[in-house]
C-alpha cells in the first residue's frame, strides 16, 4: 500500500511520520474519511470544507490549495490501483506537525498532511447497539470536530462489544441521545424522520447533513430535536448514517428488537441517486 505524505508518494513502510509530531503526542489533528466510487471520492467539497472549517477553529494551517489535495486523492487512488474500484475508503489526516515538548503551539508551524486509501467492502445490512457509559461533552471543542482524540468512541465501541452489541449509541452529558461511536442517528416515529439537535455533542455528519435535504424533497417530515432514551424503544424504527456505509437499518438496541421502517429502504434509494450526482459532478 502506497501513502501520499506532505507532497510525496510512497510505499507504507518507507513512510515516516515525525516522532515529534503533535498529532501523535497529543491528538492535535483534524481527519476526514471519504467514501470513493470508480475513482471519485463523494462529497469531496463538503468534507475538505468541514476539515478547512476545523483547521481555522484550531488555529491549523492546511499547507495545500483544494485543487492540490484533489490531485493528491487522484493520484494515490491510480497508484495503489484502486482508481476504478466501485468501493474505497480515502482518509485525509491534517495535525499541526512537530514542535517543542508541552502543549503551547509551536511558533513556526510545520503540519503535516497524509492521506491514505483500502479497499471498501460492502456496508453491513444491519447492526445492533448498546447504550455505553462514555458520554459526548457538548462544551468540549473536539466533540462537533473530525479530531485525532477518539479514545472516547472506542472505549465506547468496545464496552458495546463486550455487551455483545456491534456499536455504541452513545448519550450526551444530559443524558439525550448523540450518536453511534463514529456515525449519526435517525429514528422514524410513524413517518416522520428525527435526529439529534446539533448543541454540540454530536458531529454534523456529511451524511447526516444530506439527508437533513433530501427528505423533505421525497415527501418526508424531517425534524431536529433532543432525544431521551427510552422515546427509542417506541421508534417505528432506527438507522445509522456516515460516509464509508450510507444508512444503515439499526435491527435490536439493548438486546430488544427494532422494527425495520418500511420509508428506510426509499430514503436509501434516494441517497444512492444522490450519490451519483455528487459524483459525476467530481
Keep these: 500500500m502506497k501513502l501520499w505524505l506532505n507532497g510525496e508518494i510512497a510505499d507504507a513502510g518507507d513512510t515516516r511520520i515525525d516522532p515529534a509530531d503533535r498529532g501523535l503526542l497529543l491528538g492535535d489533528g483534524l481527519f476526514e474519511t471519504m467514501l470513493v466510487r470508480r475513482g471519485t471520492p463523494v462529497f469531496f467539497e463538503e468534507h475538505l470544507l468541514r476539515l478547512m472549517k476545523g483547521a481555522e477553529m484550531t488555529g491549523m494551517l492546511m499547507p495545500y490549495a483544494p485543487d492540490a489535495i484533489r490531485d493528491a486523492c487522484r493520484d494515490l487512488l491510480k497508484a495503489?490501483?484502486?482508481?476504478?474500484?466501485?468501493?474505497?475508503?480515502?482518509?485525509?489526516?491534517?495535525t499541526r506537525g512537530t514542535g517543542p515538548r508541552g502543549l503551547a503551539l509551536p511558533p513556526e508551524p510545520r503540519p503535516t498532511v497524509l492521506i491514505g486509501v483500502a479497499p471498501a467492502g460492502s456496508p453491513p445490512e444491519r447492526l445492533s447497539l448498546a447504550i455505553v457509559s462514555p458520554r459526548r461533552n457538548p462544551w468540549s471543542p473536539s466533540a462537533r470536530l473530525k479530531a485525532l482524540t477518539y479514545l472516547d468512541n472506542v472505549v465506547a465501541k468496545e464496552e458495546a462489544r463486550e455487551k455483545g452489541a456491534d456499536d455504541a449509541l452513545m448519550l450526551d452529558t444530559g443524558g439525550m441521545v448523540a450518536c453511534a461511536s463514529a456515525a449519526n442517528i435517525f429514528l422514524w416515529e410513524g413517518n416522520r424522520l428525527i435526529t439529534p439537535a446539533d448543541r454540540g455533542a454530536i458531529l454534523p455528519g456529511i451524511t447526516r447533513a444530506a439527508l437533513l435535504e433530501l427528505a423533505p424533497g421525497i415527501g418526508i417530515e424531517m425534524r431536529e430535536e433532543d432525544i431521551a432514551p427510552e422515546r427509542l424503544s417506541r421508534a417505528s424504527g432506527l438507522f445509522l448514517t456516515n460516509s464509508l456505509m450510507g444508512l444503515v437499518p439499526v435491527s435490536r438496541l439493548d438486546g430488544a428488537e427494532v422494527s425495520a421502517h418500511p420509508m428506510t429502504a426509499r430514503l436509501a434509494a434516494a441517497y444512492e441517486l444522490l450519490l451519483d450526482a455528487a459524483a459525476a459532478g467530481y
Excluded: E, M, Q
Design 80 to 94: 495503489n490501483g484502486l482508481g476504478d474500484a466501485p468501493r474505497a475508503s480515502l482518509r485525509l489526516t491534517l
